[in-house]
């Protein structure tokens, strides 16, 4: 693994030393679009809707639409926002762990005590598991300031970003309203039924079938042979026309400038202006 960045928890006079690493990894295949009459790739090009030109990312600002007005973004403008820009993990308070509704866990993050003595963090890490209490953390990644919860997982420090509480939606269903009678006997038969199924959770057990069986199918397509060379799937590199938004042919383009560069040769004594 390879550390996201290095900081340091803190609280009160406390300093602990850290790395942080994703905890999590998609295992999903990646796949792409192709033309399913020649396999060619289908490329997803900036074009501006206004003037029809593609644009480079230098160019491009972030927008805010109400549906009604575009509020235009600049870099200047997002940069005076008050993003946390230091690498602290702020502890702001240490709560009963079974006061967090799983609901609000978003991304998990391993924490790697960075210092010549890891007693800080073993101590830390020691006090949330004999006093079951996990401690509600400020922190900032990828220019947000997001809220978080340090817990312990086996041995390690752990780092949970949580969701703000008004990203959780409340739960409204009119059929949920209406008082609904269950009786003994039915649940009675719901509880066996329950029973039955009754095992202790072990995630090694589950696997995910779906990426399984697409492996299988690609790799005996790979061994049959049906597959294409994958630089014939870009096809030819195209660039965009300097006068607007219009795609050509690389070869064309280095063509046409060839001709042009000899129709303008020195021996003429006429100069031509740029269009």
């Known amino acids: 693994m390879r550390a996201i960045w290095t900081g340091a928890i803190t609280f009160g006079l406390v300093n602990v030393p850290v790395k942080v690493y994703s905890a999590t990894e998609d295992h999903d295949l990646s796949l792409h679009q192709v033309h399913d009459k020649d396999g060619g790739r289908i490329k997803y090009q900036r074009r501006c809707e206004i003037c029809g030109k593609i644009v480079s990312y230098d160019h491009i600002d972030k927008a805010f639409d109400d549906g009604d007005k575009t509020v235009v973004l600049t870099d200047d403008d997002l940069s005076t926002l008050p993003a ?4 602290e993990i702020e502890v702001v308070e240490f709560v009963p762990s079974d006061q967090l509704d799983p609901i609000m866990f978003d991304r998990s993050y391993f924490l790697e005590p960075d210092s010549k003595s890891p007693k800080a963090y073993a101590l830390l890490r020691r006090t949330l598991e004999e006093t079951d209490r996990t401690a509600i953390v400020h922190f900032a990644l990828r220019q947000k300031t997001r809220l978080g ?7 390690v420090l752990m780092l949970q970003s949580l969701l ?5 939606r409340e739960a409204k ?3 949920l309203e209406e008082r609904t ?8 038969m719901s509880s066996a039924l329950v029973d039955s199924f009754a095992s202790d959770f072990s995630p090694e057990k589950f696997s995910d079938e779906y990426q399984e069986e697409l492996k299988k199918l690609i790799d ?5 042979g049906d ?5 014939k799937t870009f096809g030819e590199e195209e660039e965009p026309e300097e006068g607007g938004g219009e795609v050509i042919d690389l070869m064309e383009a280095l063509r046409k400038s060839v001709e042009k560069n000899r129709s303008s040769a020195p021996a003429k004594k006429t100069s031509r202006k740029k269009g």
């Open 227 to 231: 597959a294409l060379d994958t630089a």
């Open 181 to 188: 009678r269950v009786s003994a006997k039915e649940l009675e």
């Open 164 to 168: 703000w509480d008004d990203e959780v």
């Open 173 to 175: 269903f009119p059929a």
């Open 149 to 155: 919860a340090l817990r312990v997982h086996d041995n």
């Open 220 to 224: 005996a397509k790979l061994k049959e």
């Open 84 to 87: 946390e820009r230091s690498r």
